[in-house]
């Protein structure tokens, strides 16, 4: 990477926290200037506008939040259990986020009245997450894991929804119960709701022979042990 490249990914990754904390018309010159150590010639010479440097720093924000959503849930086999976990790490993986909380939720909220090109952000990265849930959906429908009458696109925006909204409670609360009944309530829905009965089947098949492996060794035991496919 270039030195000039270099320098305006710094830029960027240390303004991210003051515009996700305070928001575009928040974010004075003078914080920018104190969290880069640049006078603001340095800052501009590398972004054309202040707009142009929200919307950068949105993106790298947005990055880190989708990176931690889905850590981990791309070597999970089964769509649903995939689903499930980035539920959890919704709430769970916060660290190293940019601070500030949602970058898609303070956004959305700073630019409903104004700063188009922010919303375009947001609405962009908007139909980014519901894209990417919906087509592990997609997958669990082909694959048999979920139900052939669960309309994927309407799962995914309940899923962002009330994952987003129990943000905003939780943070007006100040306490974690509306992000931990959200995702509680999720987690059931997407075992009751989403789940196929053949891949419950086949899950608590699996779960069983994990739990009581020597049962494998006796074909009497085994067949106590199994559960046919009723899906």
């Known amino acids: 990477m270039r030195k000039g490249e270099q320098t305006r990914q710094d830029i960027i990754r240390k303004a991210a926290p003051i515009f996700n904390q305070k928001g575009y018309d928040g974010a004075a010159l003078s914080d920018l200037m104190r969290a880069t150590g640049l006078e603001k010639g340095g800052i501009y010479r590398h972004f054309e506008s202040k707009e142009e440097l929200a919307g950068d720093a949105f993106d790298h924000a947005w990055k880190v939040a989708m990176d931690a959503r889905f850590e981990a849930t791309d070597e999970i086999p089964n769509t649903v ?33 104004g700063n188009p090109q922010l919303r375009a952000k947001a609405r962009q990265a908007l139909s980014s997450l519901l894209d990417r849930l919906q087509s592990i959906a997609d997958e669990g429908q082909r694959r048999g894991e979920v139900r052939a009458d669960v309309d994927s696109a309407k799962l995914a925006t309940l899923i962002a929804s009330t994952l987003e909204g129990s943000i905003m409670v939780s943070r007006l609360q100040k306490k974690e119960e509306p992000r931990d009944l959200a995702v509680r309530h999720l987690e059931e829905y997407l075992e009751t709701r989403v789940r196929s009965r053949k891949s419950k089947a086949g899950a608590t098949k699996s779960s069983v022979l994990r739990k009581f492996p020597g049962k494998r060794t006796s074909g009497n035991a085994q067949r106590r042990t199994t559960f046919p496919s009723r899906g």
């Not at 959890?88 to 898609?104: E, I, K």
């Not at 956004?107 to 009245?113: F, L, P, R, V, Y």
């Open 81 to 113: 259990d995939r689903l499930k976990q980035i539920v959890r790490n919704f709430r769970d993986r916060r660290t190293g986020l940019v601070p500030g909380g949602c970058p898609l939720l303070n956004t959305a909220i700073d630019s409903d009245d």
